[in-house]
């Protein structure tokens, strides 16, 4: 898909906003101790903001994997980010995954709250490269 300036840059703010929300979502879950579910949406708050920054830069997406693998070869890997920028998304898709499907994994308090300073960060360090 081609997209002029004024396309992309709409596309960039609404995956930024949406990052911001789900993230939203997640306080929400954890003050309701609903600790899968904000893992849930803390991954998937990281997973929009990388989305606004790969699409700012005209990168293609195409799964959820290859979102950790395109941030490593164009940000990590050039310098543009820090690498723990990357563990953490490799961090919070592996808890996702676990709170999502594994029916004998319930998280805990202490496999979000630390997590949800750093999505805020994240997303912060991504607003520095798009905007």
């Known amino acids: 898909m081609s997209l002029n300036d004024e396309e992309r840059l709409t596309l960039v703010n609404l995956y930024l906003e949406k990052s911001k929300s789900t993230l939203h979502d997640a306080y929400i879950a954890a003050e309701a101790k609903s600790w899968s579910m904000a893992a849930n949406r ?28 395109l941030l490593g070869q164009n940000y990590i890997m050039t310098g543009k980010m820090s690498s723990d920028y990357s563990r953490f998304l490799s961090q919070m898709e592996t808890l996702r995954d676990k709170a999502d499907y594994n029916i004998m994994f319930e998280a805990v308090e202490t496999d979000v709250l630390p997590n949800l300073e750093m999505a805020e960060i994240f997303i912060k360090e991504i607003e520095r490269l798009v905007l």
């Open 42 to 69: 803390i991954y998937y708050s990281v997973f929009h903001a990388a989305t606004a920054l790969f699409i700012h830069d005209g990168i293609n997406v195409g799964s959820h994997r290859g979102i950790k693998s």
